[in-house]
């Protein structure tokens, strides 16, 4: 059976990241009808240039047309949907059934997969939209096992969020937002009001916060019930995070084919993961109902992960040098680690750093400045340095 | 306005208000079905219901496998004096079209638009509810443009946020309270406050703490029902409601608003926002 690892990407830049560390497929919004609306997001140009690179490799690009549309937005969704079928791409993902009539009645060749935000919850529910002609359907995230394993009964394709963030509700069964910020939840404004605190007149205020997402556990069984696409939450994500957890997620489907996961790289992946994100993670729904556990109650400082060095842009093997893109601060001395796509996750001691000209340098403190360091292993353009806080395996 | 009120559907949660409410002139009753409802404060079985006429049927749930097959079961004799059965999960659809009983569709906040709306009406729904949280005049264009009357809500608590976690029950075990399962959360800096409500086999309902006062919405035609959702609503308020409306006055609604009747929402945030 073929998986796919599909990971979100907001620019083109995380796009190529995101398939060159793994992803068999990606998703992108558009500038409209996104729910990620603040998002950087693709123009036409863009998602055309973004479908014919993914097509080059052999992979699949998906495209989210998943808003919930008020009268005024249908608006030139039609001609948007006969373009996104003309450039060929893979899928639209959708939660408005008015996509679904405009593609049939145009007779586009348009794969359609049903969003999360449908709250597809039940076999029957997924019966309903295979009838319409969907090809996918993408399970609430409240779904346990055994209702995942009677949606795929139902032979629809089922595509599964495996880590990211979670929504406190259910998913397009929330308008917090509007009521409190007046952006609408439902459309791309969403303003995360379940990550506030409420006062209840105790001395701890009430907290909503989910914890995100993790199914690091649970891969091999989803492999094992023919899920089809396995699903990483995060469009607005650093490339950082998107390397990370892509590689993470491919060398899992990848251990579980060959037979050679064991829990200590589960381990080691979840301590990678949960650092990357600077949030705690858990399989919430998966096999229990969340308790609290699987919630935050503090008021959590939500500091920007600063694991992330540097991105290396070249190596010269003659000289073992690498020149590498700054992304945080680090200095002579430090020990960091360096993984890639195709490197082997290695321990390196910063000895000497030089910038451009040549010169010596004690630290590299200026963001996106480039900078050579000494590095005997061979390493490839598009590796990522960071802090070393875990161990390799 | 007495052609209007013939078109109220009230969701009620005392059986015995339904004399009363059939006194002013009203005559179509709504009822949450048992186990199979969100957001009640009261649930009936079809054998509560047997001795009232033209009553619809509320499963607003989101229902599970496990769940779907035992609704199944529970509709598999659909009573005579049942009028209808609103639901929200789509999930029953192919069950319920095949029986001889009006279906209507709630899908809440996810009825924003004619064209979505008129694609269920097409496969057979008798009719749908909007959603509460766009304008009137949006809610104008899009019955306008419906090919079936549609039904409107137009007093209630509205539902603002539905969630499968048990979110009072953890919150007491976390910092070992004992908060009741029925309270009011605020947010100081919009000053917006809910009710929150925890139930048992649901999950956690976030209702707004002020009654949607939806009553311009009586100037819109093209509607099939007017809705009325008496859930936490004192019957004292909605009694008092119709009788001013019945001498075509305006009705004082303490601790209530129009919602975003006249406030259109916002998805795209401008730069230094």
Redesign the interface.
């Given at each position: 059976m073929d998986y796919e690892l599909l990971i979100p990407v907001g620019s083109l830049e995380k796009l190529k990241i995101a398939l060159l560390y793994g992803a068999d497929a990606v998703y992108i919004g558009g500038k409209n009808y996104s729910l990620r609306a603040n998002a950087s997001n693709f123009t036409n140009e863009e998602i055309k240039k973004a479908t014919d690179y993914v097509h080059s490799l052999n992979k699949k690009i998906y495209v989210t047309v998943n808003i919930v549309f008020h009268e005024e937005d249908l608006k030139g969704l039609k001609d948007y949907l006969i373009f996104l079928n003309e450039i060929k791409i893979d899928g639209v993902i959708f939660s408005d059934i008015s996509v679904l009539k405009i593609i049939k009645e145009n007779n586009l060749n348009l794969n359609m997969c049903l969003s999360t935000q449908m709250s597809v919850a039940n076999k029957e529910h997924a019966l309903f939209w295979k009838n319409l002609g969907v090809k996918r359907v993408v399970v609430a995230r409240e779904c346990n096992k055994d209702t995942i394993k009677s949606i795929i009964d139902t032979g629809i394709s089922v595509e599964v969020f495996i880590h990211g963030a979670m929504c406190m509700a259910y998913s397009g069964q929330c308008v917090l937002s509007n009521y409190c910020t007046n952006r609408d939840s439902n459309r791309g404004g969403c303003a995360q009001v379940c990550r506030w605190l409420f006062d209840v007149n105790k001395p701890h205020k009430f907290s909503i916060m989910p914890k995100d997402l993790n199914m690091v556990r649970h891969i091999k069984e989803l492999m094992d019930m023919r899920v089809e696409s396995f699903k990483i939450e995060g469009r607005m994500r650093s490339i950082y995070y998107i390397a990370t957890v892509t590689l993470i997620y491919k060398t899992i489907m990848q251990k579980v084919v060959n037979n050679t996961l064991n829990d200590e790289y589960i381990n080691y992946a979840i301590n990678i993961l949960n650092r990357c994100a600077n949030r705690e993670s858990t399989s919430q729904f998966f096999d229990k109902l969340p308790g609290f556990n699987e919630q935050y109650y503090q008021d959590r400082d939500e500091v920007s992960n600063q694991d992330f060095l540097g991105l290396i842009r070249s190596y010269d093997d003659i000289n073992k040098i690498i020149t590498l893109e700054q992304r945080n601060y680090f200095k002579v001395g430090d020990i960091v680690q360096i993984f890639g796509p195709n490197t082997e996750t290695f321990d390196l001691q910063i000895t000497k750093i030089y910038n451009e000209d040549g010169n010596l340098l004690n630290e590299a403190n200026h963001p996106q400045m480039i900078v050579k360091i000494p590095c005997d292993k061979k390493v490839e353009q598009f590796d990522m340095i960071r802090i070393k806080i875990f161990d390799k395996l | 306005m007495e052609n209007k009120i013939n078109k109220f559907l009230i969701l009620i949660n005392d059986l015995k208000d339904i004399n009363t409410y059939k006194k002013m002139g009203i005559n179509n009753f709504a009822v949450y079905l048992k186990d199979f409802s969100i957001g009640y404060e009261k649930t009936y079985t079809f054998k509560d219901i047997i001795n009232f006429d033209n009553v619809f049927i509320v499963m607003n749930k989101?229902?599970?496998?496990?769940?779907?097959e035992e609704a199944k079961k529970v509709l598999g004799n659909i009573p005579s004096n049942v009028a209808g059965i609103i639901i929200s999960?789509?999930?029953?659809?192919?069950?319920l079209k095949n029986k001889k009983v009006n279906v209507i569709l709630n899908l809440?906040?996810?009825g924003?638009?004619?064209?979505?709306i008129n694609?269920?009406l097409k496969m057979g729904f008798k009719s749908y509810i909007l959603a509460n949280?766009?304008t009137y005049k949006?809610i104008e264009?899009?019955s306008s443009?419906c090919i079936k009357p549609i039904i409107l809500e137009i007093f209630s608590y509205n539902l603002?946020?539905?969630?499968?976690?048990?979110?009072i029950?953890?919150?007491n075990?976390?910092?070992k309270?004992n908060?009741a399962k029925n309270?009011?959360?605020?947010?100081?800096?919009?000053n917006?406050s809910?009710k929150?409500i925890e139930e048992k086999e649901n999950g956690t309902i976030?209702l707004?703490d002020k009654i949607y006062n939806g009553l311009k919405l009586l100037d819109i035609d093209n509607v099939l029902f007017y809705f009325i959702n008496t859930s936490f609503i004192d019957t004292k308020y909605i009694i008092n409601m119709l009788k001013d409306l019945k001498e075509n006055k305006i009705p004082k609604i303490p601790n209530s608003n129009e919602g975003?009747l006249f406030?259109d929402?916002?998805?795209?945030?401008k730069r230094g926002e």
């Open positions: - | 989101i229902l599970s496998t496990k769940e779907i999960d789509l999930g029953l659809y192919n069950f809440r906040h996810l924003t638009n004619s064209s979505s694609y269920f949280e766009i949006e264009k899009i443009n603002v946020s539905y969630s499968r976690r048990y979110l029950t953890n919150y075990n976390y910092y309270e908060l309270i009011i959360i605020k947010d100081k800096i919009s917006e809910f929150v976030f707004s975003f406030k929402t916002i998805y795209k945030v």
